[in-house]
């Protein structure tokens, strides 16, 4: 029988595996109800368009997704500062800490902002009716350039980390 005092001395890899299997587990379970159950229910409005049963479930999921993300996020990032700016000069291991933690911090930030100042605020067409909140279409279009810059840089990111070793190898022969 698992007991929280065995995961509490769980290494973090461990937990954050579990958790992340759990999530992928929801997930799959929540998508499966949605498209396998009900999903060709009419819309009792205009019945040329369908209303799965789970839609519900789905946009509640989703939300908790969203909240418990944002939420975690921004309790990393102020345990983050606050933990390093307790140290003073935010050196960790002579690696500037603080100055990541800041950087990445004020860098998202940024990208948040210039992402909703690029975005559009054109109206456009959902399901035959005109959609012109200009706000709502500017935020949409924020995260999406946001995310998709951001997993761009994470792509990036892991790419110059995979060859790594092919670069570490390679000085070794050209100094050698």
């Known amino acids: 029988m698992l007991k929280l005092h065995d995961i509490a001395h769980w290494p ?14 929801l997930a ?13 229910r009419p819309f009792a409005d205009d019945p040329s368009f369908n209303a799965p049963l789970f839609t519900d479930l789905l946009l ?8 418990l993300s944002c939420g975690l996020s921004a309790w990393a990032v102020m ?15 002579n ?26 605020g054109t109206a456009m067409s959902v399901n035959g009716k005109a959609y012109h909140d200009w706000f709502w279409l500017k935020v949409s279009d924020m995260f999406i350039y946001t995310s998709v810059l951001l997993l761009a840089i994470a792509i990036g990111t892991v790419i110059y980390g995979a060859t790594k ?6 000085k070794k022969h050209v100094q050698a």
């Open 12 to 25: 973090t890899e461990r937990i954050s595996q579990r958790v992340l299997y759990l999530l992928i587990a």
């Open 28 to 40: 799959v379970m929540v998508f499966a109800l949605f498209y396998f159950v009900a999903y060709d």
């Open 60 to 67: 509640v999921f989703m939300l908790l997704l969203v909240v």
């Open 79 to 93: 345990r983050s500062v606050r933990r390093l700016h307790g140290k003073g000069s935010g050196m960790e291991n």
């Open 95 to 120: 690696v500037p800490a603080l100055r990541i933690s800041h950087c990445v911090m004020f860098g998202t930030i940024g990208i948040f902002i210039v992402a909703f100042l690029v975005a559009s």
């Open 165 to 170: 070793y092919y670069r570490g190898s390679r």
